[in-house]
């Protein structure tokens, strides 16, 4: 069974930023869709992001133009770059691959058959 892997939560303030990687074993980050989803104290699980194997993105409207996601091929490496943090941004981060090339249009969270444990991140206003 493949394993994704996530890194990089943390506690911070608003207005500050965060990088968090997301690495796999057995399966390829490089060649497949990975996504980003998130889930707030509480709340339901939805999704952020993705990416598929040629680099073609998808946003969720509620995050488009603070979070960024994108490929290290060099590291085997995928990583959400998230600006200008608010509370609302607080959660456990989850990072997941399709386990194909492809993406799915909508970042839905049955399209995507890896899960990575989560990370946490906390933003204190």
């Known amino acids: 069974q493949a394993q994704v892997e996530e890194f990089g939560g943390g506690s911070v303030q608003a207005g500050g930023s965060l990088r968090l990687p997301c690495d796999a074993s057995?399966?390829?980050?490089?060649?497949?869709?990975m996504g980003w989803f998130r889930q707030p104290p509480g709340g339901k699980r939805e999704g952020v992001a993705d990416?598929?194997?040629?680099?073609?993105?998808t946003y969720a409207d509620s995050v488009k133009g603070r979070f960024t996601i994108s490929r290290d091929y060099a590291k085997n490496t995928v990583y959400l770059d998230i600006e200008n943090l608010k509370p609302e941004d607080s959660g456990t981060y989850y990072c997941?691959?399709?386990?194909?090339?492809?993406?799915?249009?909508?970042?839905?969270?049955?399209?995507?058959?890896?899960w990575g444990q989560g990370t946490q991140v906390t933003v204190s206003s």
């Open positions: 990416i598929d194997r040629d680099g073609q993105t």
């Open positions: 997941a691959s399709t386990g194909v090339w492809y993406c799915f249009g909508e970042i839905r969270e049955s399209a995507f058959g890896y």
């Open positions: 057995d399966i390829d980050p490089n060649n497949y869709c």
